[in-house]
């Protein structure tokens, strides 16, 4: 097995990386924790209190790296950003854990974006933790976001347990909103937690939730599946989708994130781009995902499991049907066929094939058959779950960690 200085520098070679373009004083010998935080245009005092509240014993295990990013901005904002550089650079929080900052003030206007801000934390706790010998974890964290007070503390636990990656638990703030903000961020958070409760209720193995402050990594890991993408939306789901085929993946219950509900016109969906749509009305997260594309789903990896290798003439006809309407995939999925010699390769082979987006692919081609439903119809079918819509949030939210891996 090779170590995390050679997985380093074997990603440096073959992947574009960021890491050298920014020099850092060199990390403690102890560092096995990154908490990586693109920020752009953002009052980042909320965030560092809050990180720097949590309970730690051991703060020289962990950095903060502060991704300062902008492209084209107005010299208000060029100011600020330099100002928040000089400020926060090397400064210790009120728990003793130092902040790194990376000011990169002139990203590309093409890339530039929270994924390519993502990528250039990412690609530097990756070479610090190389530095040190240690293949720990780096931990995505968003600007806007609060943290649970042992959120620095599980995380090291979390390290300590080799984890491949995370998906934390996470919450949204649902105190001192308006009543319009409040029904918009319930409506948003049940609508998301449907889709991966559903999925894992489907029996797909990689259900897990995709949320960009509230994901983790072994340094290992992110080296191997290429590092964070640029893309400028979406990063967080494509990114995890790399990482969970590679196994001792799992969510971790016992922090919880609490990204912001604001509205926000950067990115085409997210958060802030759910609470803009349903403002303007141009998205009602009312409306689910029919349930019965869930049970084709569930059909389907049945057959996976047991049938498919032995038999692919009896696939299920639905499926037939998409691969049909989709030849590269059709060519795709038959050559995965070809190539496992036996039932352990093969279920191994299709569930690295299987990802989220192939996945969301044939979701998307389903809903022309089977049209969205409203919310308390979706629930009560999959999970017997009804109430009102903070009842509903709740039940939701339980269920969510019940049904998780621990």
Known sequence: MKSI????QQYTQRFQDFSSSFVLRAPHHSLRLCVVIPAHQENLRTTFQSLGNCSIHEPEAVEIILVVNQSVETEEWRLKHEEQIAYWQGRSLENK??????????????TSGVGLAR????????????LVGRDGLIVCLDADCTVSKNYLTELLKAEAAKWNGLSLRYAHPTSGLDPQNLRRI??????LRYYHLALQWSGYRHYYATVGS??????????????????????????LHKVMPHGHFGQLNQVCVYPSPRVSVRVPFGTGRAMLEQERGQKDFTYLYAPEIFQEL????????????????????????????????????NKLLQRSKN????????????????????????QKFWKDVPRNQALMKLFKITG????????????DIERSTP
Do not use: C
């Open 186 to 191: 319930v409506n948003y958070e049940i609508w």
């Open 97 to 110: 854990v130092v902040v790194r900052v990376l000011g990169a003030l002139e990203m590309p206007v093409k």
């Open 388 to 399: 009102t819509e903070l009842e509903l949030l709740d039940k939701m939210r339980a269920l």
């Open 298 to 333: 569930y059909s389907f990896h049945q057959w996976v499991q047991h049938h498919a290798f032995r038999s692919s003439s009896v696939a299920p006809d639905f499926w037939k049907n998409f691969l049909q309407a989709h030849p590269k995939l059709n060519q795709s999925f």
């Open 119 to 130: 990528k250039i934390g990412m690609d530097k706790a990756l070479a610090r933790l190389a």
């Open 214 to 239: 509230s994901m983790a990594v072994r340094a290992s890991v992110y080296a191997k599946v290429g590092g964070m993408n640029q893309r400028k939306a979406g990063e967080d789901f494509y990114f």
């Open 343 to 366: 039932q352990k390769q093969w279920l191994a082979n299709f569930w690295f094939w299987w990802d989220g987006f192939r996945l969301l692919k044939f979701v998307h081609a389903r």
């Open 5 to 8: 200085s050679a997985l380093s």
